[in-house]
């Protein structure tokens, strides 16, 4: 029996009506563009309101909305630098009133006994100081303070003093702390220099705030700069929470960490969950450096590049992120320790481009401290969620309107199977023939309106290892 929606059963003027249905219109698999969310501090010089989500599409429009220098302006800036056409949104935090701004040091002594440059590296960007013979400590200092003052971006401003250029973090909080330094004397002999790392940052806005600002924005990757257990365990209830069965929006959370492999893999241990990548790049030699919030801004916006969910990202350069020193590049024991401990390690590969290893989320282990391995790629939950989008939406358009009759199951389940052929020809799922007997559309036992579904998914797994052995025939 044809059913229309428009033209009512008992007309009596004699006419040929013809409505339109469009509810079979859409045959294929839904889109999978990615919508990046970051979240960070403002400053009060950025015209953007606090806890109200605001876009971008520029350095100079970042800087207008947030600030010059503040933790969205970077955060941004790195995430475009990464990907130039990623869709991003910023929730911008104030700085909690009761935090405190990072401090640290650059102290030069002595006296210029011929001319060269002296490099201030400040997160990542240079401050170029020409050293001319006989300038003193104190002149070249406050050169590099002149220098700063001329450069719109940097996340600190920059002060000097008988021979010390003083930097003091934009925001207030711990975030400031990861304010990367650094100095390269070039040419310039009889100055030395001594660093003093940022320190001091405390007390970060909660991130709840803007959490709670996110609940309904039906965001994919959502990056934090606070990478400590505390808000990360606020991240990861709130993408538990949207991603679940009921909500349906699901995410994952970017992060990212620089100390030590150790710190890394015990904040890893501490989250546990399958929708948190923590990236880690050992920073602790290099003269020029990205904050890990940079860091962590990339690698989301590298991830949201790639629409395919169950394609790997092994390899995928970070552009826009300097390359570290060899001697602080992860060695091959190193990396698999962060994978099997649920660390998403970073490695220079050709070309001196940062790229990533093997995105791994942080869960290893069940709710019984079993090993679990189910969750390890990145890809198997969002291909999982991939799957649902697409189930989902096809029984939505199929049936918006529908009479649950005894023959509604199996057209339902017919839909289903057909979205599962299609993921399986692009290469999403696979072996859905052989699962097709555990496809399952019934009816509900106690509720008279509803219908459950069982849909086996055997998802695609990345080609990560290829192991050969090559025999010597003499």
């Given at each position: 029996m044809i059913q229309f929606d428009q033209i009512p059963g008992s007309?009596?003027?004699?006419?040929?009506?013809?409505?339109?249905?469009?509810?079979?219109?859409v045959r294929g698999l839904p889109g999978n563009k990615q919508k990046i969310l970051i979240i960070g501090q403002k400053t009060s010089a950025g015209t953007a309101s606090a806890k109200v989500p605001a876009?971008?599409?520029?350095?100079?429009?970042?800087?207008?909305?947030?600030?010059?220098?503040?933790?969205?302006?970077q955060m941004?800036?790195?995430?475009?630098?990464?990907?130039?056409?990623?869709?991003?949104?910023?929730?911008?935090?104030?700085?909690?009133?009761?935090?405190?701004?990072?401090?640290?040091?650059?102290?030069?002594n002595g006296t210029a006994s011929a001319s060269g440059t002296i490099t201030f590296y400040i997160a990542g960007q240079a401050l170029i100081v020409g050293v001319a013979k006989g300038d003193t400590a104190t002149v070249i200092a406050s050169a590099a303070a002149a220098a700063a003052a001329k450069t719109h971006d940097l996340p600190v401003t920059v002060a000097s003093s008988e021979g010390v250029v003083t930097l003091t973090a934009r925001n207030k909080g711990t975030v400031g702390n990861q304010i990367t330094q650094?100095?390269?004397?070039?040419?310039?002999?009889?100055?030395?220099?001594s660093t003093t790392s940022m320190s001091g940052g405390a007390t970060d806005p909660d991130i709840q705030d803007a959490l709670t600002v996110a609940l309904a924005g039906g965001y994919d990757i959502i990056v934090t700069p606070y990478n400590t257990q505390t808000p990360l365990a606020s991240l990861r209830d709130h993408l538990d929470a949207v991603s679940g069965p009921l909500e349906q929006r699901?995410?994952?959370?970017?992060?990212?960490?620089?100390?030590?492999?150790?710190?890394?893999?015990?904040?890893?241990?501490?989250?546990?969950?399958?929708?948190?990548?923590?990236?880690?790049?050992?920073?602790?030699?290099?003269?020029?450096?990205?904050?890990?919030?940079?860091?962590?801004?990339?690698?989301?916006?590298?991830?949201?590049?790639e629409d395919d969910p169950a394609r790997p990202l092994n390899g995928m350069n970070l552009n826009g992120i300097y390359p570290y020193s060899v001697a602080d590049r992860l060695l091959r024991s190193e990396q698999e320790s962060c994978m099997n401990n649920g660390v998403t390690p970073l490695e220079v590969g050709p070309g001196e481009l940062v790229r990533i290893?093997?995105?791994?989320?942080?869960?290893?282990?069940?709710g019984n401290g079993i090993a679990d391995p189910s969750l390890l790629d990145i890809t198997t939950i969002r291909t999982l969620d991939y799957v649902r989008k697409a189930v989902r939406e096809r029984i939505a358009l199929r049936f918006p309107r529908e009479k649950l009759s005894a023959k509604t199951p199996q057209r339902v389940r017919a839909e289903i199977i057909d979205?599962?052929?299609?993921?399986?020809?692009?290469?999403?799922?696979?072996?859905?023939?052989?699962?097709?007997?555990?496809?399952?559309?019934?009816?509900?036992?106690?509720?008279?309106?509803?219908?459950?579904?069982?849909?086996?998914?055997?998802?695609?797994?990345?080609?990560?290892v290829v192991a050969g052995r090559i025999d010597l025939i003499l």
């Open positions: 007309i009596m003027k004699p006419g040929v009506y013809v409505e339109f249905n469009t509810l079979t219109a876009q971008a599409f520029s350095d100079e429009e970042a800087e207008a909305l947030f600030g010059p220098g503040s933790l969205c302006h941004l800036w790195a995430a475009l630098k990464a990907n130039p056409y990623a869709g991003i949104t910023v929730i911008p935090l104030a700085d909690d009133a009761n935090g405190a701004k990072a401090t640290g040091a650059f102290t030069l650094g100095v390269q004397i070039t040419g310039t002999a009889g100055v030395t220099s699901p995410a994952i959370g970017v992060y990212a960490v620089k100390n030590t492999l150790s710190d890394a893999t015990t904040l890893a241990g501490q989250l546990n969950s399958g929708r948190l990548v923590g990236a880690f790049a050992r920073y602790s030699n290099t003269t020029r450096r990205n904050p890990p919030y940079e860091i962590a801004s990339a690698v989301a916006a590298v991830m949201a590049s290893v093997r995105a791994v989320s942080t869960y290893t282990v069940d979205v599962l052929l299609k993921l399986e020809e692009a290469e999403i799922v696979e072996n859905v023939a052989d699962n097709l007997d555990g496809v399952t559309v019934e009816r509900n036992a106690s509720d008279a309106n509803r219908l459950d579904a069982k849909i086996p998914t055997d998802v695609v797994n990345g080609l990560h």
